[in-house]
């Protein structure tokens, strides 16, 4: 394989140190306009206590990120900057280096051509000598080493992903077959306490979004939820577990000593060269403490706007909601529909230096850069409604609130729309349309809704087809029924995938997921029948006339380009039935 070698061709020589004339990499920074004198100032009194490189530290502080110091050192070094995620990487590569060296380098090798006895690397700081010195010396002198610039995060998760991590379950397990019983759990590197950081490890790398620890009367069930599916990844002995338990609840912060009530924490760790945050809960069951996980994993959090999943025209619709100076925006749907997911990427899409961006969350998920996030609930003795009281009081231009759940707080979210902020919540609805009686049913009038709720996104999480393995098949009469069309084709062949199966999507069919939405913008009609008191029926009946989609419709569009399969929307959304007429193809 000859990957990357073109691209870099034009440097065949390892990285040279910068010329005296080369401005130092804080001023290149400023000059771009990502850090200003301030940041500068903090990172090189950071860099005084601990000589570490200075866009290192700016990294860690927050003020860019790694994409930002990749693509900024690429610039000012002349050197190629390496999306390792669409990076093909070359086994010749990797069988050069032992995984030893790579790791202690933190360098990944990508490419090795053979013609003309090169061999690409991806390196964080293609200006440490050292470390090209070690590599060099390894591969003789009859290989020429190019460096790539790549973030760090991204070669340290490569090389989990390449060379393998070393916490090896099976092994642990076997491990653990002569391995001293749990009264040594105590001493560093205990095969129990490994086979739980291994555990956490590979449910990251499955792209879990949790992990249930469920004991049963003889064994130990463990699952992952993958693309919202429970699966059993282990099943371990009982005699495991209490052990195992107290490992993740001191990881939590937990009392070990209590297991009869329940019990919530929170653990930090780095995964793949990347901080990965778990919301533990423990429950008392009937075989002993149930202990889920969820997990948090900061860079698959902040999605852009428009990767969520709305087609051309919801977008544009979600824009011009956006655009508002005030108003009320919902997002609705059940639990793990992807509510916050859609929030965020709309503080994300907003997110500027002109602006002050505040959160009521509970908990806080995410942490983002720039926007002041507060936790609320029964932990911190800050309510919903009077945490709104509070952030009204810091100059706040958008506000979000985790979750609308009372009359008080809803009352609260309609008054800071009125006084001219942009406020966005979470609210519990089957759909849209339901968002209004909700909110009527809170005790909000109809006339103060009229005109301060600006719109509201129904959202649920359906899996995408895996592209290496699905089919393809004309659609049978009762799937066609399923999309609104008539039995008969009348020569018109609609095509419909199906999954399969195979290694990528670990048998499943289904790989990631995407979002089904329908939008709903409040117009000067839709907002005289609120003021009215019209019924859900009526203000459905005048959506829909001015191009409103439920989520079936949605859905059928998303089954009709192949993305997903009819039998995942029916697990979903249930029934497809829909009063609106889905046309044969997408828009």
């Known amino acids: 394989m000859n990957t990357l070698s073109t691209a870099t061709a034009a440097h065949p020589a390892p990285t040279p140190l910068p010329s005296p004339s080369t401005p130092p990499i804080g001023q290149t920074l400023r000059t771009a306009g990502l850090i200003g004198e301030d940041q500068i100032r903090i990172a090189l009194h950071e860099q005084s206590c601990g000589h570490r490189p200075f ?39 990797l069988a050069l280096v032992p ?39 390894h591969c003789g002198p009859g290989i020429r080493l190019r460096p790539a610039l790549a973030a760090e995060s991204d070669i340290r998760e490569a090389l989990d992903r390449h060379y393998g991590h070393r916490l090896a379950i099976d092994d642990i397990l076997q491990e653990l077959e002569t391995a001293t019983p749990a009264a040594a759990l105590h001493e ?33 069930r463990i699952r992952y939820r993958v693309d919202g599916i429970l699966h059993q990844a282990r ?17 939590a912060g937990l009392n070990i000593a209590e297991t009869r009530v329940p019990q919530d924490g929170r653990v930090s760790l780095t995964v793949a060269g990347r901080p990965i945050d778990f919301r533990v ?26 990767r969520i999943g709305f087609d051309p025209a919801h977008l544009a619709t979600v824009a011009r909601m956006l655009a508002q100076p005030e108003g009320l925006i ?4 059940p639990t793990g529909s992807g509510k916050t997911t859609t929030l965020y990427a709309m503080l994300d899409h907003l997110d500027d230096e002109a602006v002050n961006i505040m959160t009521l969350e509970d908990p806080i998920e ?34 979000l609130v985790g979750e609308i759940r009372d009359a008080e707080t809803a009352a609260m979210a309609i008054r800071a729309a009125m006084t001219g902020h942009r406020v966005f919540a979470t609210l519990h609805t089957n759909n849209a349309i339901g968002a209004i009686p909700r909110l009527l049913d809170f005790g909000i009038r109809p006339a103060l809704l009229a005109g301060n ?106 089954a009709l380009d192949g993305s997903t399969s009819l039998t995942e929307l029916r697990r979903v959304v249930g029934s497809l039935a829909s009063a609106s007429v889905l046309p044969a193809a997408p828009r």
């Open 366 to 399: 995410y942490p983002m850069a720039r926007i002041r996030q507060t936790a609320a609930g029964d932990a911190t003795r800050l309510g919903f409604a009077a945490g709104v009281r509070a952030l009204l009081r810091q100059d706040p231009d958008i506000i």
């Open 55 to 93: 866009g290192r530290i700016c990294v860690e502080l927050g003020f860019i990120t790694e994409a930002m110091l990749r693509d900024t050192l690429s610039a000012r070094l002349g050197r190629q900057a390496v999306e390792l995620a669409d990076a093909m990487i070359d086994p010749a590569a």
């Open 281 to 306: 809960s423990s429950l008392p069951t009937l075989h002993g403490e149930n202990i889920v996980l969820r997990i948090l994993d900061r860079r698959r959090g902040i999605v852009a706007l428009d």
């Open 235 to 251: 099943a371990l002995h009982i005699g495991h577990w209490p052990a195992m338990a107290v490992r993740l609840k001191v990881m």
């Open 330 to 333: 919902l997002v609705t749907g």
């Open 453 to 558: 709720l600006r719109g509201v996104i129904a959202q649920r999480l359906v899996r995408r087809l895996c592209p290496d393995c699905r089919r393809s098949a004309l659609a049978s009469a009762d799937e066609r029924a399923l999309l609104g069309l008539p039995a008969s084709g009348n020569g018109e062949a609609v095509v419909l995938s199906h999954p399969v199966g195979c290694p990528a999507c670990a048998g499943g069919g289904y790989r990631g997921r995407q979002a089904i939405l329908e939008v709903l913008a409040l117009d000067e009609t839709l907002d005289e029948l609120v003021a009215a008191g019209a019924t859900p029926a009526e203000l459905a009946r005048a959506a829909r006339a001015n191009g409103y989609l439920e989520l079936g419709d949605d859905g059928r569009r998303k």
């Open 188 to 220: 560093t590197g205990h095969p129990l306490m490994r086979l739980v950081d291994a555990l956490l490890i590979d449910a990251v790398k499955a792209t879990a979004s949790d992990i249930h620890f469920e004991p049963e009367a003889g064994f130990l």
């Open 99 to 137: 995984e030893t060296l790579a790791r202690r380098h933190t360098a990944l090798p990508l490419a090795h051509d053979e013609a003309a006895a090169t061999l690409t690397v991806a390196m964080a700081d293609p200006q440490d000598i050292s470390a090209l010195d070690a590599l060099a010396a």
